[in-house]
């Protein structure tokens, strides 16, 4: 049963013209843009107490496809490009489905994308020392 109330869906038919929906305007997750994790303790987004970095995921996604971009963050887009859509943080789940168990350790993320995780004494950063980060529309 379709709901005439869900905007995402698109009708399409299949080879022997049977109507069906599917979703057609937005993807249903994509990609979080890339960014560069602290691995530092002396960074700002490290908290000596509890030992944990914090990182905004969803206020990094925001900062990176709002027109114009933040000066501390240089890019560029075509002169008829127009703005990125961006989701609202509760509109969204997030998954970390990778990161490198040798160098991070109780990675989490709540419900309004904040990352919090710490780094192992002693890591080292090598190329396997990063996060895929999946935002997904609900």
Request: net charge negative.
């Amino acid at each position: 049963q379709l709901n005439p109330s869900d905007t995402r869906r698109v009708v399409i038919s299949d080879g022997h013209g049977v109507l069906g929906s599917a979703y057609g305007v937005k993807p249903l997750f994509f990609h979080m843009p890339c960014i560069v994790l602290p691995l530092e303790t002396a960074n700002a987004a490290y908290n000596s107490v509890t030992g944990y970095f914090s990182i905004d995921l969803y206020q990094r996604y925001v900062d990176q496809f709002t027109y114009p971009m933040p000066p501390s963050l240089p890019g560029a887009s075509s002169p008829s490009a127009g703005t990125l859509p961006v989701e609202q943080a509760l509109d969204l789940e997030y998954y970390i489905t990778y990161y490198d168990p040798a160098v991070f350790s109780s990675v989490s993320i709540d419900n309004l994308g904040v990352l919090k995780y710490k780094v192992l004494p002693g890591a080292e950063a090598t190329e396997q020392t990063y996060m895929d980060v999946i935002f997904k529309l609900k």
